[in-house]
């Protein structure tokens, strides 16, 4: 299967990284059906697509034209029959519990032609988790996009041992065609490749913070002004979600014994749902801005 034969994308999740997914993707002229579980999601998504789309006019960045070609292409419907029916690709971005994506790619696999191609935007879970829930689990794979997904560039294209190279090419050709540099992840490894990296600045700034060397806002002002770092380790937890940080941290604990640095303080700011910018708090106080 080519790019140039794609009729129509699904992508299941409406939170805000696949929101964003599927608007990227009706932007780049792709026939687009999002669709969540939650009825109030979709409401707070078409509002939420309204205004970005009216936002990206506004600054010059999209012409009235364009916009509206987007918003015709934006489909949000309330089941995955509708929303994954006759697509060719399915990009998964729902919760981050293996329970919950095993009865999702169970459900999709049996809606789905057997060529579609099923790829997941799980930071930390590998597709291998979910071979057997499909049929042909040649054609499932990980495809990792980075938040905001409107905005950056970067997509992690993660190769299965039960992934065959022309899922991994079309893929690859997918995220071109939506405006991204992939890059190729020729095996499964937990935290994929940029999310590795990521993990070691991460775990030296959680010691410096829990030794008392500094604080996490003084950390993260050496990174950005020192390093040249867009934004401190600090404020990217901040963006992307303490409760998937905590969620990726006690998986990291249980399955290698040893206790990350920082545990106790992302657990303490998850239990009190203190998880960044999406709550309106976390290391900083976004409630007033």
Known sequence: MKVSDVKKVCVAGGGQMGRQIALNAAIHGFDTYLTDAIADVLTAV????????????????????????????????????????????????????????TNFYKEVGAIVDENAVLA??????????????????????NMHYFNPALVLKLVEVVRGEHTADETVDFIVDFAVANGKT???????????????????????????????????EDLDTGVELGLNHPMGPFRLLDLTGIDLNYMASDRRWKETGVKPHGYDIVKAKYEAHEWGRKTGKGFYDYSKK
């Open 46 to 101: 078409d509002k939420w697509s309204a205004e970005y789309l009216e936002g990206r006019v506004a600054k010059g960045k999209l012409t009235a034209e364009q916009a509206a070609d987007a918003k015709a292409k934006f489909h949000l419907v309330p089941t995955l029959q509708e929303a994954a029916e006759g697509a060719q690709i399915v990009i998964e971005a729902i919760l981050e519990d293996k329970d919950i994506k």
């Open 182 to 216: 992939p890059i190729r992840v020729n095996k499964e490894i937990e935290g994929f490749v940029v999310n590795r990296v990521l993990r070691a600045i991460r775990d030296e700034a959680f010691f410096l913070v829990e030794d008392g060397v500094c604080t996490a």
């Open 120 to 141: 997941s935007n799980s930071s930390y879970m590998p597709s291998s988790l979910f071979k057997d829930c499909v049929p042909n689990p040649s054609r499932l794979a």
